[in-house]
């Protein structure tokens, strides 16, 4: 019966205006509360209804528009996170000032308001407050109508010790001490009008960048003491893509400052929070001269989807939570754009390639979901955060943009924002947009890509002096159970000729479509560019062209499409895994760092899959190709070799040690290691991460030790997270104990610990021990982890590939459902039984 009843608030009461005033106590984990709301009743009432959990009412009343004060009581809703305000007599129509007194805790599970520790450079405990609302957990800081459609403006005030630091929205206008309390108020300015999951308070002892403008609003970076001098970058990046996205939308930053604040324990990567983002520290501090480019790209790109999320998600917000990918999927395009623009020499377009291949890969299963999907539970808003709303909704963005090109779909993004200022839209909304701009049919288009779960495998062959081009659903399991869908594809056709290179743009709406060709075709590709949303077969002829071509013609984003529609082809079963690894051999002149990533993505999964009979051919095989690369790219950095050349490096040095065991390549970098422990800047900092994975890989109890110990005094937070997640790759049945063992002693912070066993389920010799640990611990990191990190956590079953271990870990989610991420938990053991099924196929492969 409980599943029958109203997740959602009714109408007839709305807020205007909320007036928090809430004083933490971090000592006893406690917040004791305040708040007036001024809101409109549209129709008489006895009663209001609103969202409230984990938080304990002390006096409930109204104010009448005439003055009047209404004593009411609460009845809580736990099950519904609701409570019921009644009061003795009818509410009539009009405004009226509800008055709460409450208090709640300080929770450990990184959602609503929370207490996060730190130890200062003294070794000292030290605590702070932070929050986390979305989706749905501002109802655990103060009761309210925790919907996003909602919206109201909000004024806070905190009451904190002296000597800490308050941060919220919107800027300080008064900061008072309380005398003889040891404490001072800290009022902060009337927000924008806005959605609950926006609001923030920040409190601890912080220390902030000086200022720099963007407009009128001054942009800060804050973290806890001693880690000030990490923030430069973060900042730099921050001021650009704020002033960036000004000039995109043609619509100023809507709030009167921004700061960008870096929380010890975090359960995302980050929180737009109007004018208060924050940020796990690894996505923010940074140290520029130590960090790989990689990791300098995280922070850039983290810290542009926040400020992407000021306009898109902030200013104008999803209705409900079906329509996040309206927020999600714009802030995780705009970030690239951005970025892009920031350092082109990043190629950020390029390697969103790999990004958006993590997206085909889930969207292949049939467990999928379309972008857009039905929401009621909060519960399952929470499931919505993942690759699908991400990195799909933002590759079709992508394909729509290239589309009707960049200027045209500007003009109309500009539309729908300006149209849907400080209030809510849905996903009709931005396609009337769109098309009232361009004049073009956008919704017929989209409403195929973002309503329909799935893509096309467009099929290509030759027909005289023509091309057949034909879409049928990609599903990675041929179960004879797919179904017919159709998409209305924009195919992206580049032909090399006698006469150059032809470029046209086809839409594709019906089964199947045949285009003339010019006569004198040497070689096509159907998703030039690689912007499409879809993947491609080519039939024999057409692919022995394309693999002339390969290095020659074809642009790096489409050589990455080949060589990952290929490996995603031969994992469906739709053609041999003898010619994916055949089209690796011919990789040896292939420079770009996104089609090396996927090739080392797949042979991971290999790893994991093949026998061990068969794992010995297969590296002997990797070998040969990545020492053939390396020894081309050499293991020292040359003059005026780009960034991504200084990645690539260090990736194969990585693979050619772990995946293709290559004794000399593990002698040298334990060599390289050395002389790094003492002294960093005598090795090239992308290629450091490879050594830890080398040395992990290859080591022993002193290895361990050493790595246990710079993770417990890392100078910065990628150092951190480098060692800590290093531990998970040792191979020795001790030292595997001693890291599951790290996974739930406290040790590790519990943003971290789900991802560490994670690791250690991935780690071929580790799986069957990390299952084992996993199953008895289960009821522990319930308790211990944050709520959104088990399903995270959980990907790491499909590294256990066999069919034993697949039958017990279906039994076990049979009997131990995952709340929070049940589409997801449905992908993780299809992904799963995909590799199992993989490995009976391949079972005589590779066998000499």
């Not at 997206?359 to 999907?373: C, H, N, P, W, Y």
């Not at 091309?467 to 159970?481: A, E, H, K």
Request: aromatic share 10%; proline share 4%.
């Amino acid at each position: 019966m409980s599943e029958q009843k109203p997740y959602r608030l009714p109408t007839t009461v709305t807020p205007e205006r909320y007036q928090i005033r809430l004083t933490p106590d971090l000592s006893a984990a406690r917040f004791a509360g305040e708040e007036k709301v001024l809101l409109q009743v549209h129709e008489p009432v006895r009663q209001i209804i609103l969202n409230a959990t984990e938080l304990e009412f002390h006096a409930v009343a109204i104010k009448s528009p005439s003055g009047n004060v209404i004593p009411g009581e609460a009845v809580l809703d736990t099950e519904n996170e609701q409570a019921t305000l009644k009061f003795s007599q009818e509410l009539n129509p009009g405004r009226w000032e509800l008055q709460l007194t409450f208090s709640g805790i300080l929770n450990d599970k990184l959602h609503g308001f929370y207490r996060s520790t730190y130890k200062d450079a003294n070794g000292k405990e030290k605590a702070l407050a932070s929050t986390q609302f979305e989706s749905t957990d501002a109802r655990r800081a103060f009761p309210c109508w925790d919907e996003p459609a909602f919206k109201a403006v909000f004024q806070v005030t905190l009451v904190i010790d002296d000597g800490l630091t308050a941060i919220s929205n919107a800027r300080v206008i008064s900061e008072t001490s309380l005398a003889g309390t040891g404490k001072k108020e800290v009022v902060f300015a009337d927000s924008m009008k806005m959605s609950t999951y926006l609001i923030a308070f920040i409190v601890g002892e912080f220390e902030a960048t000086e200022p720099v403008m963007v407009g009128t609003a001054p942009l800060r970076v804050w973290a806890v003491p001693g880690k000030r001098h990490l923030a430069k970058f973060a900042q730099e990046v921050g001021r650009f893509s704020l002033s960036y996205f000004s000039r995109y939308y043609d619509i100023a930053y809507p709030g009167d400052k921004l700061d960008l604040i870096a929380i010890p324990d975090f359960a995302s990567g980050a929180m737009e929070n109007l004018g208060a983002i924050t940020f796990r520290e690894t996505a923010l501090l940074v140290d520029e001269a130590k960090a790989t480019r990689a990791e300098l790209e995280r922070v850039a790109d983290v810290v542009s989807h926040e400020n992407a999320h000021m306009w898109f998600g902030d200013l104008v917000t999803m209705r409900w939570w079906n329509g996040l990918w309206l927020n999600e999927a714009f802030a995780t395009f705009m970030e690239m754009i951005a970025v892009d623009a920031w350092k082109p020499e990043w190629r950020r377009w390029d390697s969103f390639t790999v990004s958006r291949a993590a997206a085909m890969q889930v969207d292949g299963l049939k467990s999928t979901r379309a972008i857009e999907f039905p929401v009621e539970k909060p519960e399952e808003a929470a499931g919505m955060f993942d690759v699908l709303t991400y990195e799909k909704g933002a590759s079709v963005l992508r394909m729509l943009e290239q589309y009707l090109g960049a200027e045209a779909f500007r003009d109309g993004i500009r539309l729908y924002l300006r149209r849907h200022e400080y209030a809510n839209a849905e996903t009709t909304d931005l396609w009337d947009a769109l098309e009232d701009s361009t004049r073009q049919p956008v919704r017929p288009l989209m409403d195929s890509w973002i309503f329909q779960a799935g893509y096309p495998l467009i099929s290509v062959e030759r027909d005289g002096r023509g091309l057949i081009l034909s879409q049928s659903i990609f599903r990675y399991l041929q179960d004879g159970n797919t179904p017919e869908r159709k998409w209305h594809v924009p195919i992206f056709i580049r032909a090399g000729t006698k006469r150059g290179v032809v470029n046209r743009t086809i839409p594709l709406t019906d089964q199947t479509l045949r285009i003339e060709l010019p006569d004198d075709a040497d070689w096509l590709v159907v998703n030039a560019g690689g912007h499409g949303f879809y993947r491609a077969r080519y039939s024999p002829d057409l692919m022995a062209d394309l693999k002339q071509a390969l290095q020659t013609s074809l642009a790096a984003v489409e050589r990455f499409n080949l060589v990952n529609d290929a490996w995603a082809t031969a994992l469906a079963g739709l053609t041999p895994l003898s010619e994916y690894l055949n089209l690796i051999d011919l990789l040896r002149d292939e420079t770009d760092v996104n089609v090396w990533t996927s090739v080392i993505i797949s042979c991971h999964n290999l790893n994991r899959i093949l026998g061990e009979k068969q794992r010995d051919a297969f590296r002997g095989r990797v070998r040969a190709v990545f020492a053939a690369v390396l020894d081309r790219l050499t293991w020292s950095p040359r003059a005026g070799e780009s960034e991504l050349d200084r990645q690539l490096r260090g990736d194969l040095i990585g693979a050619l040690g772990t995946l293709a065991e290559d004794n000399a390549c593990q002698e040298r970098a334990r060599e390289l290691y050395a002389q790094y422990e003492k002294d960093p800047n005598l090795i090239e900092r992308n290629i450091v991460p490879a050594l830890l994975s080398i040395v992990a890989h290859t080591g022993a109890a002193a290895d361990y030790e050493k790595f246990y110990t710079k993770f417990k005094n890392a100078q910065t937070p990628q150092e951190e997270t480098r060692y800590l997640f290093a531990l998970a790759a040792f191979r020795h049945p001790d030292l595997i104990d001693r890291t599951l063992k790290l996974t739930v002693s406290g040790e590790v912070r519990t943003q971290n610990a789900p991802y560490l066993m994670r690791g250690i389920l991935l780690n071929r010799d580790a799986r069957e021990k990390a299952w084992s640990f996993m199953k008895l611990r289960w009821d522990h990191m319930l308790k211990q982890y944050p709520d959104n990190s088990i399903p995270r956590m959980c990907e790491g079953i499909i590294g256990l590939v066999t069919p034993q271990l697949e039958a017990d870990v279906r039994e076990f989610f049979a009997q131990h459902p995952v709340k929070q991420g049940a589409k997801q938990m449905e992908q993780h053991l299809e992904r799963l039984r995909i590799a199992v099924a993989c490995k009976e196929r391949w079972k005589d492969l590779l066998q000499e």
